[in-house]
């Protein structure tokens, strides 16, 4: 009895004081499965998000998921580790130091404090840089932020108390089964509306579209167009036709047909302010030039 007590005594002055430290091998993969998890339930809920939002192409909704899984299996785990190493548990290192020196304790709530910083830094970085709309840049602020947070959170978890890594899938696999219900009840009760292109005809598309830039496309009722500075040298006088090309108002398709160039426009906009539109850029990132009446 009396040598374990003994040994109890010497095992308590050998323990280091404080909490256990934040870098180990297990707080890294923890940190970056909640990554993993969060990244993939981001892309769920936006592809809901997605139906809802006007657009020259139909998306592929929460679907989405599947389609970019072995994306995320494939980079997005290296891409998780590396983030979950780079940042989240710089996050935790800093909040607890932070915390230690003004409050005298390792605070949790520090650590989504702190994770503002280089959400904030990052998100700024791309304002001023790539001139996104407000709500974009604001959304992706919150994303980011969340995202941070949550994997900073767990792998501070993890330092203290252990393995994390199989609650952080099974409590992510039954996120990811409550967002398809909530976003299929949105949609099924008409909470959420799905978005679709208003349906137009020849008749209707018939007069002056602009870019808002100096360039226009005139579209006559006898089949000509004039095409005048619009945007990949497309100048000069042509001819236009409406092409449903499909049973849904999402096949719609305007040819127009030039000397230089022979662009297609795709109908997106309202029944009252129908607009037109072009793909350009890369083929897994286009991007849209627009024409208003």
């Known amino acids: 009895m009396s040598r374990n007590i003994a040994e109890r005594v010497r095992e308590r002055a050998e323990a280091p004081d404080g909490p256990p430290p934040v870098w180990s091998g297990r707080a890294i993969v923890a940190g970056a499965g909640a990554l993993y998890v969060g990244a993939a339930l981001a892309t769920e809920a936006y592809g809901f998000v997605e139906l809802t939002a006007e657009a020259p ?5 929460p679907g989405g998921v599947m389609l970019v899984l072995p994306f995320l299996t494939c980079i997005g785990v290296p891409s998780a580790l590396v983030a ?27 650590v989504p404090v702190l994770a503002l910083v280089p959400v904030s830094a990052a ?62 009840a949105a949609f099924g ?41 619009l945007r990949f040298r497309c100048s000069g ?20 047909e030039f000397e230089e160039c022979s662009p297609d426009w795709r109908i997106s906009g309202s029944p009252g302010h129908p607009k037109l539109n072009r793909d350009y850029g890369e083929a897994d990132d286009p991007h849209w030039y627009t024409l208003t009446r």
């Open 84 to 110: 979950s190493l780079c940042l989240a548990l710089p996050t935790v290192s800093a909040a607890r130091r932070v915390s230690a020196r003004l409050t005298g304790r390792d605070a949790w709530w520090w």
């Open 189 to 229: 009760t008409g909470l959420a509306t799905e978005y679709s292109p208003p349906k137009v005809n020849a008749a209707g598309l018939v007069g002056t579209w602009s870019d808002g830039h100096g360039g226009t496309l005139r579209l006559s009722p006898d089949g000509t167009a004039r095409a005048e500075g």
């Open 237 to 256: 006088t042509g001819t236009w036709s409406y092409e449903p090309d499909g049973p849904t108002a999402w096949d719609q398709l305007v040819l127009t």
């Open 57 to 61: 192409a139909q998306g592929d909704g």
């Open 123 to 184: 998100t700024a970085v791309v304002g001023i840089t790539k001139h996104p709309g407000a709500g974009a840049l604001a959304w992706a602020w919150l994303t980011g932020a969340v995202l941070l947070a949550g994997a900073a959170l767990i792998a501070r978890d993890a330092a203290l108390h252990g393995r994390r890594l199989l609650r952080v899938l099974g409590y992510g696999g039954l996120a990811a089964v409550a967002v398809l219900g909530v976003g299929a």
